[in-house]
Antibody, heavy 121, light 107 residues
């Protein structure tokens, strides 16, 4: 069974920094693209970033480009999100998600963690 | 970026009803469209990918259709556990983008 468990969310002041982690199990971690997706309170979902299986390729939403950095450690089956220059607009529940890795699905999100809450205030 | 628009934004229905949610993209996305269900306080779960392909384990009362810019999610006979918020998402280009959601409520 696939498990994704996020951690690291806290209350942080504007301008601060934070590192989120996602521990994965139940699937061959180093075979899959992984994503961070966030959801502001009461709002829709916003894709944040992706990293390919080997870490060689990353993409970011324009809203976080230059401030956030995604990384992974395949030896630890862990995904990370380094967040800098945080603003109140970054307040959200941050989910890590496993890519479907099915050609017909494109970059869709097959499994999700329960999320970790980041509050910038 | 491709914008995704869902309608309606909220829907009241009864157990046993057939309901349809629509999703429109601002440009053609072929069939790179997924649907998710999110219950309050929970993570989203994948229902449909590739516009019409049912994710493993999802009940057959859920179905999806469409291609290009217009898509639908249909629930053939609403069950109590189906009352939730539904999101569409395009996976044709990066960044992947979501619709605003459709909140389904009990009538």
């Amino acid at each position: 069974e696939v498990h994704l468990v996020e951690s690291g969310g806290i209350v942080v002041q504007p301008g601060g920094s934070l590192r989120l982690s996602c521990a994965a199990s139940g699937f061959p971690f180093d075979d899959f693209t992984l994503h961070w997706v966030r959801q502001s309170p009461g709002k829709s979902l916003e894709w944040v970033s992706l990293i390919t299986w080997d870490g060689s390729t990353t993409y970011y939403a324009d809203s976080v480009k230059g401030r956030f950095a995604i990384s992974r450690d395949n030896s630890k089956a862990s995904l990370y999100l380094e967040m800098n220059s945080l603003t109140t607009e970054d307040t959200a529940l941050y989910f890590c998600a496993k890519d479907s890795d099915v050609a017909a699905a494109g970059n869709s999100f097959e499994y999700w963690g329960q999320g970790t809450l980041v509050t910038v205030s | 970026d491709i914008q995704m628009t869902q309608s309606p934004s909220a829907l009241s229905a009864s157990v046993g009803d057939r309901v349809t949610i629509t999703c429109r993209a601002t440009q053609s996305i072929n069939t790179y469209l997924s649907w998710y269900q999110q219950k309050v306080g929970k993570a989203p779960t994948l229902l449909i990918y590739g516009a019409s392909r049912l994710q493993s384990g999802v009940p057959s009362r859920f179905s999806g259709s469409g291609s290009g810019t217009d898509f639908t999610l249909t629930i053939s006979s609403l069950q109590p556990e189906d009352f939730a918020t539904y999101y569409c998402q395009q996976s044709y280009t990066i960044p992947p983008t979501f619709g605003g959601g459709t909140r389904m409520e009990i009538k």
